[in-house]
């Protein structure tokens, strides 16, 4: 597989390579992370493709540092908004179970501050993930990142879905409490 730093060159380059090399490379990871938010293998096609579109639109000028985070975060965000779209004819039982387990730790009225205010939970929350165990760092981001189901994360991590489960739970009441006691109102 070709080198990340050589995929970004051909963007700059304005080769059509760029796009053949990205899916062949990032294609799967694109469309996973789509088909775990949409529920649908039609729209996680639509969203891995629209990720090479925003990709091509974004480089140049953008020259990302980690190229598989910056797809992800397209295809995270081209995801979600195909997810709301969808919303209203049909549910996507497993993401909306992903949103609502996070439900009780994140503050739900939004009022004119939100913006500087989810900056300043967001830089909350990367330190609150810093300080946790790389296994419960990984759990957590595959559950509510990627939104990957808890029986993948088992797999992937090689242990039970209780503990799983049970992980996300006591991270997801240690979060609430160390955003309380920052003074976020949950």
Same mark, same amino acid.
């Given at each position: ?75 995270? *965000? ?7 779209? *969808? ?100």
């Amino acid at each position: 597989m070709m080198e990340d730093s050589r995929i970004i060159d051909l963007y700059f380059e304005r080769s059509e390579e760029a796009i053949t090399q990205t899916a062949l490379k990032y294609g799967r990871l694109c469309r996973s992370i789509a088909m775990n938010i949409t529920g649908s293998y039609e729209d996680a096609q639509e969203c891995e493709n629209d990720t090479y579109v925003a990709a091509w639109n974004a480089i140049p000028p953008t020259r990302p540092n980690l190229f598989s985070a910056f797809l992800s975060r397209i295809a995270r *965000n081209i995801a979600l908004n195909r997810y709301e779209y *969808n919303k209203a004819g049909k549910r996507n039982h497993q993401f909306d179970l992903v949103l609502e387990e996070l439900e009780e730790c994140l503050a739900s009225s939004y009022s004119v501050e939100d913006t500087y205010i989810t900056g300043e939970v967001a830089g909350m929350i990367n330190a609150f993930l810093e300080k946790l165990k790389t296994e419960t760092r990984v759990m957590f981001v595959r559950r509510y990142y990627y939104a990957d189901s808890v029986k993948e994360i088992a797999g992937r991590l090689a242990v039970s879905e209780s503990k799983v489960k049970t992980t996300l739970f006591r991270v997801r009441q240690d979060l609430k409490e160390y955003l309380e006691a920052r003074g976020v109102q949950v």
